[in-house]
């Protein structure tokens, strides 16, 4: 391929490949194609890796030349996730025909059972016809249920018994008696000549159809991933030498530069070289504002350019990309399992060989104690009870939920790293917030500005002065400033005086700006204003004075003001049973005045970060099951030993390796919602492991017959099939009820998911 | 005579399946099989084989679990002790890096359990 880097490997997938001969000569023709350096064939996995500038195709016609197949591997996640797909969809299809074929010929057979009632042997013909129907239901139990007998087998080679041991000596047996009555009918008794052939070919069909229905519903439960894969472009557009060419994004390596273009999303991580635009991040942050990028800016692959064309420099790549770890997050949280599953495991493990011993007890007293036709019954409960009693719903239960609550809460911007965390999420009752960041914006902002005269001219004036100092809050006035496109002024003679504040001249005027002392230590009289700058501070803001040539001319107050949401958030923390308790190192007077905005009832203030930790602890020792709300990095402590650690706003990689829960927007609504999609969540769960364990502990006695006594009927294998086949699709279609959850408060749009 | 004999063909099934999937699978144990580069555990037909694999304690290792299977059960291959889990591609190799860990035995197994295999750390 032209466009791709001489040293990087190709790799194809060999078709046809199956001797260390066939090796040789694919080595071997490959080693004549012009640019190909070295050339191996694995094997084991049936690959070829080309080292070497030779195009894709040359190799590949060389493969061909040699008499075997070769396809490029692309090895990105959606690509792989697509042949996946494409696995499924032939698996679905293969099952729906075995189905069909097995059904096709079960339903006539059973049709004529129980239009005729004549499934007996009871003379020479009746033994060639029921003789030529038993050769066709072999070739349907071969084609069409030929993987549960090798399965069974090599299962039972490993002393091991699954689902396929119930299926293979279910329908095994139910066709051996079958051919005994019609080699030998003259070895049984009159009433236990009947034939069991429809049963075997139907619960083969239904077994198959369950699983092919299962097959598909499973495909819904990963939309998630495939949502977050969506966000991936296919394609790349790189730089080489002076020349613009589009490549697949699997090709891209560190340290390319690629061109974006308005409209076309980021296709890997890495920082821009060259040009200005608007980039919306909204689907990995939530930020719902695009962000101005320019020269030194970092770009996240999956993120939108909105306007301008940008060149930037690949950094991180293929799986090293956020995106790609934020999608290997989820996947790792929906195979994990949750501590309630440990039932159903412990079931699961044991529960095959248990229903086979079951099984023959139950037809031993059928054949012992029961009444006429003892050999039919004793069979058709065998069959019946080996067949309904697979515990593949059992296994089902908690795995399928957690694939679809994990991949919801992805959706909505919530990252959960585990079962164990969403499980644990459920119980919590306490819930520490930190207050920077979290509560509030975590930036100083300029919240007031009074003065007698134009407050324009007074905001320029200090914003100039400011401009020279290094104090945090300096940046709050300097930004407001320029927020509203005010030209600073040169200013000489400036002096930051310690505790108390700034002094210079700003376009010939002696301009100062601090506290109460300041204009004391200066002879000022801040008269009517010092009124106005007490009421601030009792709103939790920094207050200041603000003088020129010697007269107070305004105050100003500067806050870390409350994230607009963050008191409906608290609301709807404490609808969902949470008590809020706030953590800051900030003075007590300024937690307290947010703590009082937000309703929240118990503040912890001055605190050192190693204190936090502390409360989450001595919270904990006092029975509560505390989650922690904070940034992610200086509240790891705290956030490790809270039962649930909720990374706020972070986003970053530290934070979701650590985090029990990210979340990707800076709003504890993300809180809440994960608080809700785990209850959501576990009450699923609940229902699956109900129905699932309701379904075995009624199905096997029904299929033992304790109804018989009331109804005189036995169960019928072949229901007992269907019933076996729908458990799984009914358990798999209940998991997929949770994609239709939605957090009670609209705030996808804000902590970074769908809109 | 029909009678006793079904009575104790139905003994003996329950006693060989007590034995078979109890009792010998416990002591069955002699036959593991140490990991390497080449070492591909094959998902096929409701088993892994090898079932039993060995692998050095205090190192990270990686397994190579090659899918046969198309069946759903197979999809997932889980370490709950070791909290490693992994998806498998149909008719590809999956390699499932394992953490360093203690010496010990670990069970793993598909999300319903029914493919079980031990890896033994030592």
Same mark, same amino acid.
């Given at each position: 391929m032209s466009d791709k880097s001489p040293a990087s490997p190709q790799t194809f997938r060999l078709k046809g490949v199956s001797c260390a001969g066939c090796v040789k000569k694919i080595e071997s023709a490959l080693g004549d194609v012009p640019g190909v350096d070295d050339a191996r064939v694995n094997l084991g996995d049936k690959t070829l890796v080309v080292q070497g500038s030779a195009a894709a195709q040359d190799c590949i016609a060389a493969v061909e030349s040699a008499g075997y197949g070769a396809e490029e591997v692309r090895a990105s996640a959606r690509e792989l996730r697509e042949q996946q797909r494409e696995d499924e969809q032939n698996h679905y299809r293969q099952l729906l025909w075995r189905a069909g074929i097995a059904l096709? /010929?079960?339903i006539p057979l059973m049709a004529w059972g129980l239009l005729t009632g004549e499934m007996g042997v009871h003379n020479t013909f009746q033994q060639m016809a029921w003789g030529s129907v038993g050769l066709l239901t072999l070739a349907v139990l071969i084609f069409c249920g030929g993987h549960f007998f090798t399965g069974a087998w090599r299962a039972f080679r490993h002393h091991s018994a699954t689902m396929d041991t119930l299926v293979a000596l279910g329908t095994g047996t139910a066709w051996l008696f079958s051919m005994l009555v019609v080699l030998v009918p003259q070895l049984l008794p009159e009433s236990a000549r009947h034939v069991y052939f429809e049963a075997s070919a139907m619960i083969i069909g239904l077994i198959n159809l369950g699983q092919a229905l299962e097959v598909r519903a499973r495909g819904r439960t990963s939309a998630a991933v495939e949502k977050l894969l969506q966000l991936q472009d296919a394609n790349a557009r790189v730089v080489r030498d002076g020349d613009e060419v589009d490549i697949p994004i699997e090709q891209v390596q560190v340290g390319d530069t690629l061109r974006v273009r308005p409209g076309e999303k980021i296709p890997v991580d890495g920082s821009v070289v060259e040009g200005e635009s608007l980039v919306d991040e909204s689907m990995l942050t939530g930020e719902p504002l695009p962000v101005k990028k320019a020269s030194g800016d970092a770009l996240t692959a999956g993120t939108l350019n909105k306007n301008g064309s940008l060149l930037f420099k690949a950094e991180k790549v293929g799986a090293d990309t956020r995106l790609s770890q934020i999608i290997q997050m989820v996947k790792n949280a929906q195979s994990s399992r949750v501590p309630i599953a440990r039932l159903a495991d412990t079931i699961s493990a044991i529960f095959v060989p248990s229903v086979m011993i079951i099984a023959v007890v139950a037809a031993l007293v059928w054949y012992n104690l029961g009444p006429d036709p003892k050999v039919a019954h004793m069979l058709v409960v065998l069959t019946s009870v080996l067949i309904i009693a697979c515990p593949c719903a059992l296994g089902l239960a908690t795995p399928m939920s957690v694939m679809v609550g994990v991949g919801k809460g #992805?959706? &909505?911007?919530? /990252?959960?790293? &585990?079962?164990? #965390? /969403?499980?644990? =999420?459920?119980? /919590?009752?306490t819930l520490v917030v930190d207050k920077t960041g979290t509560l509030t914006e975590g930036a100083p902002k300029l919240t007031d500005i009074e003065s007698d005269s134009d407050t324009d001219t007074l905001l320029q004036q200090l914003a100039s002065l400011e401009s020279r100092s290094e104090h945090p809050l300096a940046e709050a006035i300097v930004s407001a400033a320029k927020e509203k496109n005010l030209s600073l002024s040169e200013v000489t003679g400036f002096e930051a005086i310690t505790a108390h504040g700034v002094s210079g001249d700003v376009d010939g005027k002696k301009v100062l700006l601090g506290n109460r002392k300041l204009m004391q230590r200066e002879g000022i009289d801040s008269g009517r204003w010092h009124k106005q700058a007490e009421s601030l501070a009792e709103q939790g803001r920094t207050a200041m004075y603000a003088a020129v040539d010697g =007269?107070?001319?305004?105050?100003? #107050?500067? =806050?870390?003001p409350i994230r607009k949401d963050a008191q409906a958030a608290v609301q709807r923390l404490k609808k969902l049973g949470l008590r809020i308790e706030m953590l800051t190192g900030d003075n007590k007077a300024t937690a307290e005045a947010v703590a009082r905005q937000l309703g929240i009832d118990h503040v912890h203030a001055d605190l050192l970060p190693e204190d936090k930790e502390k409360i989450v602890a001595d919270l904990q020792k006092g029975g509560a099951k505390v989650g922690m709300a904070g940034d992610g990095i200086n509240d790891a402590p705290a956030l490790a030993r809270a039962d649930v650690g909720f990374a706020i706003g972070a986003g970053t990689d530290v934070a979701i390796e650590s985090a029990d829960v990210t979340l990707m927007r800076s709003s504890l609504h993300g809180v809440a919602d994960a608080v809700e999609l785990s209850r959501a969540t576990l009450r699923n769960i609940k229902q699956n492991l109900f129905g699932a364990?309701?379904?075995n502990t009624l199905g096997i006695p029904i299929a033992a017959g304790v109804f018989y006594p009331i109804t005189g009927m036995l169960l019928s294998p072949v229901i007992a099939g269907a019933a076996m086949a729908f458990s799984s699709v009914t358990v798999v279609s209940n998991a997929n009820r949770l994609r239709f959850f939605n957090p009670s408060h609209n705030s996808s749009a804000d902590n970074g998911g769908k809109k | 005579m029909t009678s006793l004999l079904i009575n104790l063909s139905g003994l003996a099934a329950i006693? !060989?399946?007590?034995?078979?999937?109890? !009792? *010998? *699978?416990?002591?069955?144990?002699?036959q593991s099989v140490s990991v390497d580069e080449k070492l591909e555990i094959q998902v096929k037909d409701? $088993?892994?084989?090898?079932?039993?694999?060995? $692998?050095?304690?205090?190192?990270?290792? $990686? !397994?190579?679990?090659r899918r046969e299977d198309a069946s759903p059960c197979a999809e997932w291959v889980l370490f709950p002790d070791l909290e490693v889990s992994a998806q498998l591609g149909v008719d590809q190799i999956t390699e499932v890096t394992i953490p360093a860990a203690d010496a010990g035995e670990y069970?793993?197994?598909c999300q319903m359990q029914m493919y079980r295999g031990t890896l033994i750390v030592g």
């Open positions: 096709g /010929l079960g #992805a959706e &909505n911007g919530v /990252l959960v790293r &585990n079962g164990k #965390a /969403l499980q644990q =999420a459920t119980g /919590l009752d =007269a107070v001319a305004g105050v100003i #107050a500067v =806050a870390d364990f309701i379904y | 006693a !060989l399946t007590v034995w078979w999937f109890w !009792l *010998a *699978a416990k002591g069955n144990k002699q409701g $088993v892994y084989e090898p079932d039993r694999i060995r $692998v050095s304690a205090g190192e990270e290792t $990686v !397994l190579h679990f069970p793993f197994h």
